[in-house]
């Protein structure tokens, strides 16, 4: 059985649970710029590089997918958001993308078959890509609007590297994260693709959005149905959003995208909003009522946390939804659609 169909079957017997934060777990650590930084002698400030840990203090990240399986989770996403040359460049750590990227994937993996092998349950691995400081889309320089950064083969070559590190390591799936710009995701796609190609396998991707604004569009400015109707093409295993906001805000989001996607919706909200100083306090409770309606309402198939979030909102919510049945995939009529910012689709 490939691991899609694995995937497949276990979401659908019921909802699965994927992981939380890592971002703000690690801030819990207190760590210095020295336990970033190890022995590797970069020339730049480490601090705040969590990706790096994986090669200079693996305990950590390490820790931090333990406590998440022991809360539930069936999936682990990578520690790898910003494991990509660009974002790395800022630290000086870009020559180490591909050690990052193997080795975060290894400890997920060697994490997840230990929890698999204690009682038989699939665990998956899913290698994060994050969005990069860059856009595809966007200017940076108002006075220059059609001037980009970098091009789409660059960021695909970037994102190419990243992928191809990631599923050496032993990831399962690719989980292209926090969309704020859908040009950078296609991007992304076609690295997946092109790398699945290259090994000879089903290589299945994840999509997931992030939003700007309630008005539900993210940065480049799609509405989630249109964002759909630009990525539908990848066959994903599953779509859905993150980060920006909590539970309560993306509500009305999730339905529309749990009505019209003919894949898994997988959601994993930020523990609210954040305070005004700049830490999340929702309780785990919150969290779990919020998005155990999605789940009593047959929206979705995965669910988590974000920033924020922590193992204890992960048990809440595994508690909350375990007897719940997941959503159904529906059959939407065949039509010709297409995406601008907005959707638009053809009549038959």
């Known amino acids: 059985m490939s691991v899609r169909e694995s995937f497949m079957a276990q979401a659908a017997e019921r909802i699965l649970i994927t992981d939380g934060a890592f971002g703000t ?35 950590v990240p390490e820790a931090i997918h333990r406590a998440y399986f022991e809360a539930g989770a069936d999936i682990a996403e990578t520690n790898t958001f910003s494991a990509n040359r660009i974002s790395q460049a800022d630290y000086g750590a870009e020559h180490l993308v591909r050690e990052i990227n193997v080795q975060s994937a290894a400890m997920a993996r060697r994490v997840a078959d230990e929890f ?31 001037f980009r950064e970098i091009d789409f083969d660059y960021l695909k070559s970037v994102y190419r590297e990243q992928t191809d590190a990631l599923v050496e390591g032993g990831a399962d799936f690719i989980l292209i994260e926090t969309v704020f710009d859908t040009l950078n995701a296609k991007a992304g796609i076609m690295a997946a693709v092109e790398a699945g190609e290259a090994l000879g396998r089903d290589l299945p991707i994840m999509l997931s959005m992030t939003l700007t604004d309630l008005s539900g569009r993210n940065l480049s400015g799609h509405t989630v149905e249109a964002f759909w109707h630009a990525v539908r093409h ?44 700049g830490a999340y306090d929702e309780a785990p409770s919150t969290t779990a009522g919020l998005v155990g309606e999605w789940a009593q309402a047959g929206q979705v198939n995965v669910l988590g946390g974000c920033c924020g979030s922590t193992p204890a909102h992960i048990a809440a919510i595994a508690e909350a939804v375990k007897d719940l049945a997941p959503r159904k995939l529906p059959t939407p009529p065949v039509r010709t659609r297409l995406a601008g910012l907005e959707p638009f689709s053809m009549a038959a």
């Open 234 to 277: 990848a066959r994903p295993l599953t779509i859905g959003l993150n980060c920006s906001f909590g539970a309560e805000q993306l509500r009305p989001h999730v339905r529309t995208l749990s009505d019209i996607c003919d894949t898994f919706i997988m959601v994993y909200p930020n523990a609210g909003l954040p305070n005004e100083l």
């Open 116 to 146: 698999t092998a204690r009682d038989g349950r699939p665990r998956f691995v899913a290698g994060a890509i994050g969005p990069t400081n860059k856009t595809l889309s966007l200017s940076p320089d108002v006075n220059d609007p059609g």
């Open 25 to 59: 777990e690690i801030q819990n650590w207190k760590l210095s710029e020295s336990d970033y930084a190890g022995t590797l002698g970069l020339s730049h400030d480490q601090k705040g590089n969590n990706d790096i840990l994986a090669l200079t203090k693996p305990e």
